[in-house]
C-alpha cells in the first residue's frame, strides 16, 4: 500500500532527476534513499510556500513602501539589516543547539510557526497604530522574525543533507524558487495591475496571507520523514558556539569560502539602492509591483537554471552570479554618478533590478549548495552556523558604511557594492571543486 502511494512520486522524481534509478545515493542510508522521493516533494512544498512569503513581504520592496506608506520613511534603512543580520548572528548558538538533537526537522517547524505569528503582529500594527508607532512595531516584529528564521536556515541545511542525495539539493532549491516566482508572478499582476498607490487595508491583506503561507509550511515540513542523525553530545550550547569558531582558524577552505561569501554581500545590499533610485522619479503602486514582479520572474527563470548547473559546479554558479552582479551595480552606479537622478526613467530600475536578482539567486542558490556539499554530518550544521554569524556581522558593518555613503549618493554606494562584488569573484575563482 504504501508503495503504490509512493510510485507517482518515484516516477515524478525520476523525471526530475533526469535518471531512470530514482534512489542512486551515495551520501546518505539505504532507508533514507527509499524515503527520497517523497521527501524531496514535501521539502519541496515547503520551501515554494516560504518562498513565496518572503517575496510578499520583502524588506528590498513591499516592507521599504510600506513604511513610507503608513509615515515611516526614516525606518526603512534598518530593513534589510535587520530582516538579515536578525537571522544570521545567533546562529552559532542555535547550531550548537540543533546539533544536539538527532530529528532536527522541529525547529524548521516552529520557525516557520513563528515565522507566521510575527507576521501576522506586522499586519496587527499597522491596522491599529499610526505613523512611527506602526512602523517601529513592524521592526520589533522583523527582529523576531529574523530570529525565528535563523533556526530554519540552520536546520534545512542538515535535514536536506539527511533526506536528499548530494547531487539533487542544488535542483530541489532551483525548483522551490522557480515556482515560487512563477506564482509570485501571477499574484503580483492580479494585485497591482492598473492600481494607483495602494491603500492601507492592502497591504494589511498582503500581510495575512503570507502568515498563513508561513503556517501551511510548517505543517507540511512536520511530515518529512528524517532519520535520527548524528549528535555532539549535551555540552553548553553558548560555549560549543565559542569553539566552533576556530574552523575559521584551521579549516582554510571553510576560511576561503566565509571570505568569498562576505564579498559576494554585494547582490544582497545593493538591491534597495536600486529602489530608491527608482522611488526618486515615480512613487505609483505599479512601480512597486514591477519590482516585485521584476524579482519575480528573475527567481523563476533563472534558479532552475542554476540549480542544474550548482549540482555540476555550485563554485562555478557563485563566480557566473557574482561577475554579473558586480557587473550592473558599476555600470548603473557610475552612470547615476556621472549622469545624476535623470540617467533614465523610473521604469529602467526595475529592469536592472531584473538582472540583479537573476545574478543574486545564482550567488545565493551556489553559495548554499556549495556549503552543504563540501560538508558532512555534524559540520555540515556547524560550517552552516560559523558562517552565517560571521556574514550576520559583517552585514550590519557593511550595512551601516552603505547607510552612511547613501548620505552623499546612492550611485556611489552601487559602485562600492560592484567593486566589492569584482572581488568576490576574484575570490570565487580561487575556490576548489567540490561536486
Known amino acids: 500500500m504504501s508503495q503504490q502511494h509512493r510510485d507517482p512520486a518515484d516516477q515524478l522524481y525520476a523525471l526530475i532527476a533526469n535518471e531512470e534509478d530514482a534512489r542512486t545515493c551515495t551520501d546518505i542510508s539505504d532507508s533514507a534513499c527509499r524515503e527520497v522521493p517523497r521527501n524531496f516533494f514535501v521539502i519541496l512544498g515547503s520551501l515554494v510556500l516560504t518562498k513565496l512569503g518572503d517575496l510578499l513581504i520583502s524588506p528590498k520592496t513591499v516592507l521599504a513602501w510600506l513604511l513610507g506608506a503608513i509615515g515611516a520613511p526614516g525606518l526603512v534603512a534598518w530593513l534589510v539589516p535587520i530582516r538579515e543580520s536578525g537571522s544570521l548572528i545567533p546562529q552559532m548558538v542555535i547550531g550548537a543547539w540543533v546539533r544536539q538533537k538527532p530529528v532536527r526537522k522541529w525547529f524548521w517547524v516552529l520557525g516557520s510557526y513563528g515565522q507566521a505569528v510575527c507576521v501576522a503582529a506586522m499586519a496587527l500594527s499597522v491596522w491599529t497604530l499610526d505613523g512611527y508607532l506602526a512602523g517601529y512595531g513592524v521592526l520589533a516584529a522583523l527582529v523576531v522574525f529574523s530570529l525565528a528564521r535563523g533556526f530554519c536556515s540552520v536546520s534545512m541545511k542538515d535535514v536536506q543533507g539527511k ?16 515556482v515560487s516566482g512563477g506564482a509570485t508572478v501571477a499574484l503580483t499582476v492580479v494585485l497591482f495591475w492598473d492600481r494607483g498607490d495602494p491603500e492601507l487595508m492592502f497591504y494589511v491583506m498582503l500581510l495575512g496571507l503570507a502568515a498563513v503561507l508561513w503556517l501551511v509550511a510548517g505543517s507540511l515540513f512536520a511530515t518529512v520523514d528524517e532519520e535520527a542523525g548524528e549528535t555532539g553530545g549535551g555540552g553548553n550550547a553558548l560555549a560549543d558556539a565559542l569553539r566552533s569558531l576556530s574552523l575559521l582558524r584551521d579549516d582554510a577552505p571553510f576560511r576561503h569560502f566565509v571570505v568569498t561569501r562576505a564579498l559576494l554581500l554585494c547582490s544582497a545590499l545593493a538591491a534597495p539602492y536600486f529602489v530608491l533610485l527608482a522611488q526618486q522619479q515615480g512613487d505609483s503602486g505599479w512601480l512597486l509591483g514591477s519590482f516585485l514582479l521584476a524579482s519575480s520572474l528573475a527567481s523563476s527563470i533563472s534558479a532552475s537554471v542554476w540549480g542544474w548547473m550548482a549540482d555540476r559546479s555550485s563554485r562555478q554558479v557563485m563566480i557566473r552570479g557574482a561577475a554579473i552582479a558586480s557587473g550592473i ?34 550567488v545565493r542558490l551556489g553559495r548554499k549548495t556549495y556549503l552543504v556539499d563540501m560538508a558532512g554530518g555534524n559540520k555540515r550544521t556547524d560550517y552552516t552556523a560559523v558562517s552565517n554569524t560571521v556574514i550576520g556581522v559583517l ?9 552612511l555613503a547613501s548620505l552623499i549618493s546612492n550611485g556611489a554606494v552601487i559602485v562600492f557594492l560592484g567593486l566589492i562584488g569584482l572581488a568576490g569573484t576574484i575570490s570565487a575563482i580561487r575556490l576548489r571543486e567540490v561536486e
Open 163 to 178: 533526506c536528499v542525495p548530494k547531487t539533487r539539493r542544488g535542483r530541489l532549491s532551483g525548483l522551490a524558487t522557480t
Open 329 to 362: 551595480c558599476l555600470v548603473i552606479g557610475t552612470l547615476n554618478v556621472v549622469q545624476g537622478a535623470a540617467v533614465a526613467s523610473a521604469w529602467f530600475y526595475p529592469l536592472a533590478f531584473f538582472v540583479l536578482s537573476i545574478a543574486h539567486a545564482g
Open 395 to 403: 552585514l550590519l558593518v557593511t550595512g551601516g558604511l552603505s547607510a
